[in-house]
């Protein structure tokens, strides 16, 4: 499987944006799908995961109420709207596919990483 994100970009704080990924090679509809990021200096974290069914998404602490995650099946794509962006989200943001229907935050169910794609927030 191979994971195309995009969508970063530089923006002022208290921006958006969206970003989406790709999946090609296989279909991944039956694999949760998630977003980690990672800051410069620090390791990579974990943003948000969701299931298979596009249902039980769960976020770090940080971003809960301000980013969404979503999924389209039918396109292979998932997806990360990004509201009321800070300076401290900052960071290379990866999309990855986990090997079960369901996700966690453990990055050690991941198959498979995209090749990230970079959000700059000014402030």
């Known amino acids: 499987v191979q994971l195309q994100a995009c969508g970063g970009g530089l923006v002022q704080a208290g921006d958006s944006l969206k970003l989406s990924c790709a999946a090609s090679?296989?279909?991944?509809?039956?694999?949760?799908m998630g977003w980690f990021r990672q800051a410069p200096g620090k390791v990579r974290g974990f943003v948000a995961q969701?299931?298979?069914?596009?249902?039980?998404?769960t976020y770090e602490d940080s971003v809960t109420g301000r980013f969404t995650i979503s999924r389209d099946n039918a396109k292979n794509t998932i997806y990360l709207q990004m509201n009321s962006l800070k300076p401290e989200d900052t960071a290379v943001y990866y999309c990855?596919?986990?090997?079960?229907?369901?996700?966690?935050?453990?990055?050690?169910?991941?198959?498979?990483w995209g090749q990230g794609t970079q959000v700059t927030v000014s402030s």
């Open positions: 990855a596919s986990y090997r079960r229907p369901w996700g966690s935050r453990d990055q050690s169910g991941i198959s498979f």
């Open positions: 090679g296989r279909a991944v509809s039956n694999n949760a």
């Open positions: 969701i299931n298979w069914k596009g249902a039980s998404p």
